[in-house]
């Protein structure tokens, strides 16, 4: 702004502004653990009802060997729902770029299928599917959809001016493709992944659950399921928050990778004074 | 100065010889069926510095346009260098557009080199051709900035330096330095002008101020909007170099005032 600050007092502000944004949620979350603690102690509440953290976390390490083991079978899940999305998703918007025609035919299939709940789709694909396949494909379902709907929008907001450049110089529709919609795309694009992360694990949980009864997975979401029959109430706590962990962690992992493939040039990614 | 009346008469091959871009009869018409411009009659010779002058809604970004192939005229015909404008060769043109239209996720050096880049030259070539073009708009040390990184005087020369290294024929131009503050507006005309002398390029100049086209061209050609058409053209007159002495001269201000005056008169015939 144009009011003359020392930069030095500057400085020391946004220093200050950044250390409050991790320590703010940070002692959030220390007062519900300890409040946690606490209504658990005095009340005497039992585990199988409503566990302590310091259960959980006992329960945690405890049972890292099931656990550990559930979390990489869910995550593998993930990561390949994932990639399916990512790959079917960013494929799909090219072809509808590319032909119109394609897109009147399967856009409305494609909604279709992102609003019917995949929860109810799910007990269906573990009928005609073999049980890691179905798994992968709900995984797919919920997260293609973001991927597709987004880069779409990347490919059709190109510069119109840019587009003439291209038109002017005789620009083939693979030259225009690569040179200029696939670059004008990717913020979006990259947006699209980073939703699809967090659902491919939502996807993948579901398919768990449901896939729960036929008895042969070994996720994170069958042991929750798996607990809830047997009560064990700490093991769904300590599943859960391994759940929520990956989400963050994947969370993060996408938006490190948007972050780092924008950083030179997207408004998106440059700092608020540039 | 050529009165509206009689300007209807075509302009009679002008001096020089070749003529670079003909427009006969030339009309673009809105979907629904209003005509947005002409009919047009346009000769421009080879080498020649024409400003398109009018206000806004005159159509005259859209006769560019329509030079370019970037649009098809609802009737007429365009011929560049006389061929069909269908026909054209691919380098034929340049064009710079009101904004710098940049690649933002490309460097400078990359944007410069797209046209080259897009009709597959060899590497060696277009990297010399590239750093040709830089140095012509005195960007050689800027080369590998993003555009984000540049101010907007600069991104319009990068955007100049892009039309001219397929060493194009006919420059078109769309209210290149609209948007520029007037220090650094005039400096790109300074710079322009003596591009112009040194390559000889055909340029055709759309600009909606008085003053700019007077002091680039050698013919201003004055056109009214509803529909676009060409109401009065001048031959500026000078026979000294175009430079600041130029611009503040008593010569170049009586060439505006008249100018001026016929931009009026025509907005005046039309809202009459």
């Given at each position: 702004m144009s009011v003359a600050r020392d930069p030095q007092t500057e400085a020391r502000a946004a220093a200050a502004t950044r250390l409050l944004r991790i320590a703010l949620p940070v002692a959030v979350l220390v007062a519900v653990v300890v409040v946690w603690h606490f209504v658990v102690k005095l009340?005497?509440?039992?585990?199988?009802?409503?566990?302590?953290?310091?259960?959980?976390?006992?329960?945690?390490i405890a049972d890292w060997p099931v656990l550990g083991a559930s979390l990489v079978t869910t995550l593998w899940t993930t990561l390949q729902g994932f990639l399916a999305a990512a790959a079917g998703g960013i494929a799909l918007a090219i072809l509808f770029n590319q032909s119109r025609y394609l897109?009147?035919?399967?856009?409305?299939?494609?909604?279709?299928?992102?609003?019917?709940?995949?929860?109810?789709?799910?007990?269906?694909?573990?009928?005609?599917?073999?049980?890691?396949?179905?798994?992968?494909a709900c995984a797919f379902i919920v997260a293609f959809f973001p991927v597709l709907a987004n880069t779409t929008l990347g490919l059709n907001s190109v510069d119109r001016n840019l587009a003439g450049l291209f038109q002017l110089y005789g620009a083939s529709r693979a030259q225009t493709l690569l040179r200029l919609k696939l670059p004008a795309a990717l913020p979006y694009m990259l947006g699209g992944l980073r939703i699809a992360g967090g659902l491919s694990l939502i996807g993948a949980v579901v398919a768990e659950i449901a896939a729960g009864s036929a008895g042969a997975g070994s996720g994170l979401a069958y042991r929750i399921a798996e607990s809830s029959y047997r009560l064990n109430i700490p093991r769904m706590f300590a599943a859960l928050l391994?759940?929520?962990?990956?989400?963050?962690?994947?969370?993060?992992?996408?938006?490190l990778v948007s972050h780092l493939a924008l950083r030179r040039w997207h408004e998106s990614a440059l700092g608020k004074d540039t | 100065?050529?009165?509206?009346?009689?300007?209807?008469?075509?302009?009679?091959?002008?001096?020089?010889g070749a003529v670079a871009v003909r427009l006969r009869g030339v009309t673009k018409c809105y979907r629904q069926g209003v005509r947005a411009l002409g009919p047009l009659d346009l000769d421009v010779a080879a080498g020649e510095f024409v400003a398109l002058l009018g206000p806004s809604g005159c159509g005259k970004s859209t006769a560019l346009r329509l030079i370019a192939g970037l649009a098809k005229p609802s009737s007429g015909t365009v011929e560049l260098n006389a061929h069909p404008a269908a026909r054209r060769g691919e380098h034929a043109i340049g064009f710079v557009f009101q904004e710098p239209t940049l690649m933002p996720w490309a460097s400078v050096r990359g944007n410069v080199a797209l046209p080259l880049r897009l009709a597959k030259a060899p590497r060696a070539e277009i990297a010399a051709r590239v750093d040709d073009a830089l140095t012509r708009v005195g960007l050689r040390d800027a080369a590998e900035a993003l555009p984000r990184e540049l101010s907007g005087g600069m991104k319009m020369r990068v955007s100049l330096a892009r039309a001219l290294v397929t060493d194009p024929d006919i420059l078109l131009m769309d209210e290149p330095f609209a948007a520029l503050d007037e220090i650094?507006?005039?400096?790109?005309?300074?710079?322009?002008?003596?591009?112009?002398?040194?390559?000889?390029?055909?340029v055709i100049f759309v600009t909606h101020s008085v003053f700019e086209s007077v002091y680039l061209s050698q013919r201003v050609i004055v056109m009214t909007p509803k529909p676009g058409r060409i109401a009065a053209e001048f031959h500026v007159a000078s026979d000294e170099p175009r430079d600041e002495a130029f611009r503040t001269s008593v010569g170049y201000a009586a060439q505006c005032r008249e100018v001026s005056a016929a931009l009026a008169r025509a907005s005046s015939t039309e809202a009459a």
């Open positions: 009340n005497d509440i039992p585990p199988y009802l409503l566990p302590g953290p310091g259960v959980v976390l006992r329960t945690l897109e009147y035919s399967l856009l409305p299939y494609a909604i279709i299928l992102q609003v019917t709940p995949v929860i109810a789709i799910a007990p269906l694909l573990l009928i005609y599917l073999p049980q890691d396949t179905a798994v992968i391994l759940l929520s962990l990956a989400g963050i962690v994947i969370y993060g992992l996408l938006a | 100065m050529v009165d509206i009346a009689a300007q209807t008469a075509i302009d009679p091959a002008p001096p020089g650094t507006r005039f400096r790109l005309n300074n710079d322009l002008l003596t591009l112009w002398r040194e390559l000889r390029k055909t």
